[in-house]
Nanobody
Framework: VQLQASGGGLVQAEGSLRLSCAASGRALSRYAVGWFRQAPGKEREFVSSIAWSGDSTIYEDSVKGRFTISRDNAKNTVYLQMNSLKPEDTAVYYC????????????????????WGQGTQVTVSS
């Protein structure tokens, strides 16, 4: 499966953006999907993930209550709605797909994910 992340941009603090992760090649419904981000000079970190069925979602503590992950399997797309953005959310955001059964145990680990898209830049100004 190939993943294409989009929707990044420049936004002021407290603004909103919606990121999309579109899949091609295989049905995204086969995969759990996660979002990760990497700020300059920092390691890539987990943001959120959603089960293949959409019935389970997980968030990193700093984004809980502000970000919402969802999926539309009919459109082969996963979304990350980001509200109340803060300057510390500035990063390149990556989506990734996992077909591994270990996702249920380790959804936050990068090595759980088999496929990665290119990143999309999110910049939040203060």
């Amino acid at each position: 499966v190939q993943l294409q992340a989009s929707g990044g941009g420049l936004v002021q603090a407290e603004g909103s953006l919606r990121l999309s992760c579109a899949a091609s090649g295989r049905a995204l419904s086969r995969y759990a999907v996660g979002w990760f981000r990497q700020a300059p000079g920092k390691e890539r970190e987990f943001v959120s993930s959603i089960a293949w069925s959409g019935d389970s979602t997980i968030y990193e503590d700093s984004v809980k209550g502000r970000f919402t992950i969802s999926r539309d399997n009919a459109k082969n797309t996963v979304y990350l709605q980001m509200n109340s953005l803060k300057p510390e959310d500035t990063a390149v955001y990556y989506c990734a797909a996992s077909s591994s059964p270990s996702w249920t145990l380790y959804p936050r680990r990068m090595d759980t994910y088999n496929y990665w898209g290119q990143g999309t830049q999110v910049t939040v100004s203060s």
